[in-house]
């Protein structure tokens, strides 16, 4: 049983605390879609998140911890978002963890495999599977994925198999779940963000156009409301003619292809 209903789209935003899912997390308030926050360890930058976009948007916005890695955590992340919203219409599934460390396939314990694999791609399954009997129930919804430059091509990535690996087969299942959902007004695509680094996650495009980055063909650095913004249009009520896309925002820069040389 679905909770109160408030009139409004929510969204559920996985790791939108910080960074890019933050950033996220204004663009879609400001749009008036009510949000679910969800985080792991940043409880006061979650609350002291979904306070600010209540209070200046208006919208209804609910903190919720959980890692959604776990299944059973994901059921119990759903259960609660259902207590206080009458349904849940779009899922961003930003969350997803990375090693920095550089390791060959081999050196890669089973632990630290699964983990990467659950994080970036099982993870995508549970909250899937789980929201979109209701969406299904509304004849609308949006699930929208995070993937890196090229995913769609499934490419190699040096040191990096295991994140790869996960984001490639979340390519394919965002593809796999836009033919499966489209005859229920259920779209899925993908973002794939370039090489945006630290605080730039959560900065505007405004504080980006002051700034020079002569790495990047277009001249500036990326944002986080670079990535927000493509978002924002996939998750919009008359984006519904856009399912199975993988969208690049790197800037023109062949971001694969600057790791590779670095990392080689």
């Known amino acids: ?31 008036g ?16 998140l979904a306070a600010e976009l209540t209070s200046k948007y208006g919208t209804n916005n609910l903190p919720l911890a959980g890692d959604v890695s776990d299944y059973q955590q994901c059921c119990k992340l759903v259960e609660e978002a259902k ?28 632990e630290d495999w699964q ?12 909250l899937s599977s789980l929201l979109i009997p209701g969406m299904r129930q509304m004849d ?5 994925t995070v993937g890196f430059d090229r995913v769609e091509s499934a490419p190699g990535w040096i040191y990096r198999s295991a994140f790869a690996a996960a984001k490639s087969g979340l390519a394919s299942l965002t593809k796999s779940i836009a033919l499966e959902e489209a005859e229920y007004g259920i779209t899925a695509n993908m973002v794939c963000p370039g090489d945006i680094v630290g605080d730039w996650k959560e900065k505007d495009i405004d504080e980006a156009v002051e700034s020079i980055d002569e790495s990047v063909p277009v001249g500036r650095p990326g944002t986080g409301e670079d990535i927000a913004r493509v978002i924002s249009f996939f998750a919009d009520e008359k984006s519904d003619y856009i399912t199975g896309s993988i969208i690049p925002i790197t800037g023109g820069k062949d971001v694969l292809g600057k790791v590779h040389r670095r990392e080689g």
Not at 6 to 13: E, L, P, Q, S
Not at 33 to 44: C, E
């Open 1 to 31: 049983m679905w909770g109160i209903n408030v009139g409004k789209r929510t969204a559920f935003i996985t790791g939108g605390a910080s960074g890019i899912g933050r950033r996220t997390a204004v663009q879609l308030a400001s749009e």
């Open 33 to 48: 879609i009510n949000l679910v926050i969800n985080y792991r360890n940043s409880q006061d930058k979650a609350e002291a």
């Open 83 to 110: 207590q206080c919203f009458s349904s849940i219409d779009i899922l961003v599934h930003n969350a997803g963890p990375y090693i920095h460390e550089r390791r060959r396939m081999v050196d890669y314990s089973v």
């Open 115 to 126: 983990y990467l694999i659950n994080g970036n791609l099982n993870s995508a399954f549970y």
């Open 140 to 144: 609308w919804g949006r699930i929208i």
